[in-house]
C-alpha cells in the first residue's frame, strides 16, 4: 500500500481501519487448510480443535456477559488480534495469551482462529505467557499478584527482576504481592471487585487474621471509603499494641490448631485454643465492641 493510500485509509475514520485490519488478518484462511509448514514466529490461522489452554494461565475468571458480547463482535468481525501459541506437537498448540478469544471464538462457532505462533522453552513459555497476560489491562489486583508470585516461584526472578521486566517500581510489585497475605475472603472481595486495592493495601496494615477479617467485613457492610478504613485500621493498631512483650504461647499440635483456625474463620475473630495434656482446656473468643459481640452470639445462636 503506497504512502498516500495509507492516508486514505486513515482519513475513511475507524470503521475503514478495522476493515482493514479484518482483511489482514483474514487473508491466511483462504488457500490455508492446515498449518504445518508454517514458521516459527508466524501468524496462521489454526483449527480450535488443536489448541490446548496453558494450565498455568494466570487469569481464572471471565464475566460470561463480557465473553458473550465478544463472542457476537466475532461472529461480525472474526478476531480482530490473534492469540499467541507455541507448537507442542504435530497437530497441537498450547495457548500463552488470548483465552477469552479462545472462548468466545468457541461460542460464535468459528473453526479456527488467527494465532501468532511462537518458540521457547518451557520456562520461556511460561515466562512468555505471563508477562503478555500482564500488559492486558482488565486483570484485577489478585491476578497481577498471583502473575508475579508465578514468575517469582516458577521462573526463578526477584521481585528486582519483575519490576524491571514489567516496567514497574519495586514497591509497586511489592504491593500487589503483599496482596497474597491476605484471607482467601478479602482475596475474593478484591478479585471480584467488590474491594479496591485501595481497601486491602490499608487491612493488610493490621497482623492478625481475624483483625483483618473484622474491618473487612465492617467496609462491606458500612461501604466504608479507603480513608475510614486507614482511620479503623490505626485506631485498632493503637488500641491493641501490647504494652509490654509477652511470652511465646505453646504451639498446639497441629489438629488443634487447625480447629483453632476453623474456629477463627467461622466467628471472624481472634480464637484462642488452650489445650493441656490432661485433655483440658479453654476457648477464648475475643470481639471488639458490643455490636461486634452481638454478632458472635448470633453466630452461636444465644
Known amino acids: 500500500m503506497s504512502q498516500i493510500n495509507k492516508k486514505q485509509g486513515l482519513g475513511k475514520g475507524i470503521r475503514a481501519l478495522l476493515d482493514t485490519i479484518d482483511d489482514e488478518v483474514n487473508a491466511p484462511r483462504e488457500g490455508v487448510p492446515a ?57 497441537t498448540y498450547q495457548l500463552i495469551s488470548g483465552e477469552r478469544r479462545l472462548r468466545a471464538s468457541k461460542m460464535a462457532g468459528l473453526i479456527d482462529i488467527p494465532a501468532y505462533i511462537r518458540t521457547a522453552d518451557s520456562q520461556g513459555i511460561l515466562e512468555m505467557a505471563l508477562l503478555e497476560n500482564l500488559q492486558r489491562e482488565d486483570l484485577n489486583a489478585i491476578e497481577i499478584a498471583l502473575s508475579y508470585r508465578q514468575l517469582m516461584d516458577e521462573c526463578g526472578l526477584t521481585q528486582e527482576q519483575v519490576s524491571e521486566r514489567m516496567k514497574k517500581e519495586r514497591s509497586t510489585v511489592a504491593n500487589y504481592l503483599r496482596l497474597l497475605r491476605l484471607p482467601p475472603d478479602v482475596q475474593k472481595a478484591v478479585r471480584d471487585s467488590l474491594l479496591t486495592m485501595g481497601h486491602a493495601r490499608a487491612i493488610i496494615g493490621l497482623e492478625h487474621v481475624e483483625q483483618q477479617l473484622y474491618v473487612f467485613r465492617e467496609t462491606m457492610q458500612k461501604g466504608l471509603s479507603v480513608r475510614q478504613v486507614e482511620q479503623m485500621v490505626k485506631d485498632m493498631s493503637v488500641e491493641l499494641a501490647p504494652s509490654a512483650p509477652k511470652p511465646a504461647p505453646a504451639k498446639l499440635p497441629i489438629a488443634y490448631k487447625r480447629i483453632e483456625d476453623s474456629m477463627a474463620s467461622h466467628f471472624s475473630t481472634k480464637v484462642k485454643l488452650d489445650r493441656k495434656k490432661s485433655g483440658k482446656g479453654n476457648i477464648l473468643i475475643e470481639f471488639y465492641n458490643d455490636e461486634d459481640l452481638e454478632r458472635i452470639m448470633a453466630k452461636i445462636n444465644l
Open 35 to 91: 498449518v504445518s509448514g508454517q514458521n516459527a514466529n508466524s501468524i496462521a490461522r489454526i483449527p480450535l480443535d488443536q489448541i490446548i489452554v496453558n494450565p498455568k494461565q494466570p487469569r481464572r475468571d471471565f464475566e460470561p456477559q463480557a465473553l458473550q458480547e465478544l463472542a457476537e463482535s466475532i461472529k461480525l468481525h472474526d478476531v480482530i488480534q490473534p492469540v499467541t501459541v507455541i507448537k507442542v506437537g504435530n497437530t
